[in-house]
Structure formats: C-alpha cells, structure tokens
C-alpha cells in the first residue's frame, strides 16, 4: 500500500538557518504530493502541492520538487522564522484504480521549531 | 469565501456514550473526509463521501459512521465510545475533480476527550 516517510524530528534551528525536511514516498499509481502545516491548536494547512514528476510546488519562502526518480518531495526554506515553528506533515493522494477516493496518506509529522 | 468549519470544537464523554460531530464544507465542495489525529498513529483516514455516499473507508472499527446531507455537510457518530477514541478529528473538503490532484482543506478539528 501506499506509505510516506518524513525524517525524524523534533527539528531545531535559530532563525534564518537553512532548513530541510526529508520525504520519502512509496505508491501504486502516480500520486500527487503535499506539505501541510499545522500550528498548536489548530488543523492542517495546506502549504504546497505538487503534481507531476519534476513540479516544484512553492509558497512563503518554502519549495518541495517531486522526483521520481527517488520518490522524494523534499521540503526546504532558505530562512527561516520563529513563525515557522509548527509541526509539517507531508503527504500524498494516489486514485490508483479508484480505490484511494478522498484519501490522502500522511507521514508521521515533523516538529519544527526555531528560535530568535 | 468561508473555510471548513466543525463543530463542535471540544467534547468530553465517557465511555460506553456515542457522539456525533459535524463537518460543513467550503462552499461549492461535494467531497468531505474525515481523518483522526493521535500522538501514537498520527494522521488516519476514516472515510470520505460524495454526493451523499460513502466512496472510501479506513480501517476502522464499525463504531465509526458517518453520513453526508444533500448541502455537502457531513457527520460522523462513533458510538460505544472507548478511551482511546480520544483524538482530534479532523474533516476536510475538497471540489473534486475527480483525480489525484484534488487538495482537501482542513477545518480546526474537534477535539474529543473520553474519561
């Protein structure tokens, strides 16, 4: 089945260090793939997608490319913030014969965070 | 335009009750799915309806329901509630489109407490 493994965390940087978040993936079909944010107390938002083998999905200083060719979604940040800090899921969707409708698959989460 | 919206926002129950928790789309969405959130196995899906029917399930047990209205809002029951049903349950919508490419929106999530 399909599966998303993202690094282990809890992640600590000072801000405006460079950051990156591992994510590997294993799928039937062709998935599309996402990084989601959730803050303490709230639910997930999206961060950026991706679609196609190659796609870079951007958004607020963070970028992922899907590749492929090592199932990876990589999720990086040039500088980041103290308002970075939060826990980052990625995951993928995959209709693979119709059988996944409405269903995205997560990784475990990644606890970021980032001090002045 | 409004975002997803669930409520209630918190519950307390004990065990052995059932509980029912709402879910009302963005505007224009078709598709909600439900996923619950713990410490101990992350994010998982439940299930998800279209159009008033459910199209996928997770591996839950049968205590786990859901339904979907003719407007798109969606419900979940879970009844005989067993502590370790206590999770955030988090819904999401999406238009669909009808691929892999669909980005599902999240609402806050209800947090459920069982004693």
């Known amino acids: 089945g399909d599966s998303v493994t993202q690094m282990e965390g809890p992640v600590t940087l000072s801000e405006e260090a460079f950051l990156t978040i591992n994510c590997t993936y294993t799928?039937?079909?062709?998935?599309?793939l996402f990084w989601y944010v959730q803050y303490p107390g709230e639910g997930l938002q999206l961060l950026l997608k991706?679609?196609?083998?190659?796609d870079k999905g951007s958004n607020k200083g963070f970028e992922a490319t899907y590749r492929k060719e090592t199932t990876s979604f990589h999720l990086e940040k040039g500088s980041v913030q103290v308002s970075d800090s939060a826990v980052y899921f990625c995951?993928?969707?995959?209709?693979?014969?119709?059988?996944?409708?409405?269903?995205?698959?997560f990784g475990q989460g990644t606890i970021l965070t980032v001090h002045p | 335009k409004a975002g997803v919206t669930q409520t209630p926002r918190y519950l307390i129950k004990t065990r052995g009750q059932q509980v029912t928790l709402s879910c009302s789309p963005i505007?224009?969405?078709?598709?909600v799915s439900w996923y619950q959130q713990t410490p101990g196995q992350g994010l998982q899906f439940l299930f998800e309806?279209?159009?008033?029917?459910?199209?996928n399930k997770g591996n839950f047990p049968g205590r786990f329901s859901g339904r979907q209205f003719s407007n798109s809002r969606s419900e979940m029951n879970v009844s005989t509630l067993e502590l370790g049903d206590s999770a955030l349950y988090l819904c999401?919508?999406?238009?669909?489109?009808?691929?892999?490419?669909?980005?599902?929106?999240f609402g806050p999530g209800t947090r459920l407490t069982v004693l």
């Open positions: 505007s224009g969405h078709r598709s």
């Open positions: 991706a679609t196609k083998a190659d």
């Open positions: 799928a039937t079909g062709y998935p599309s």
């Open positions: 309806y279209f159009s008033e029917t459910q199209r």
């Open positions: 999401a919508s999406s238009l669909p489109s009808g691929g892999s490419t669909d980005t599902q929106y």
């Open positions: 995951a993928l969707s995959d209709h693979a014969g119709g059988t996944s409708y409405g269903k995205l698959t």
